[in-house]
């Protein structure tokens, strides 16, 4: 397949969203309202953040 048109393939996209997705649930718990809220957000903003990385050098690739 061409760099190109592996570049535009639609499961890098999806793969973006789904990170999105990771990223704001991570960033709505930081207002909820128990223990360690906090820390919990953190991690989940995290591999939000590892998700969304590994899609964009999977479309630089």
């Known amino acids: ?3 190109m ?4 393939s639609e ?3 999806i793969l973006l969203v789904i990170a999105i ?3 704001l649930v991570g960033v709505y718990l930081r207002f909820a ?3 360690h809220a906090s820390a919990v957000a953190n991690v989940i903003m995290a591999i939000g953040a590892g ?3 590994k899609a964009v050098f ?3 690739d």
């Open 1 to 3: 397949m061409n760099s």
């Open 5 to 8: 048109q592996e570049a535009n």
């Open 11 to 13: 499961r890098h996209y």
């Open 21 to 23: 997705v990771i990223g």
């Open 33 to 35: 309202d128990f223990r």
């Open 51 to 53: 998700v969304a990385l």
């Open 58 to 60: 999977n479309i630089i």
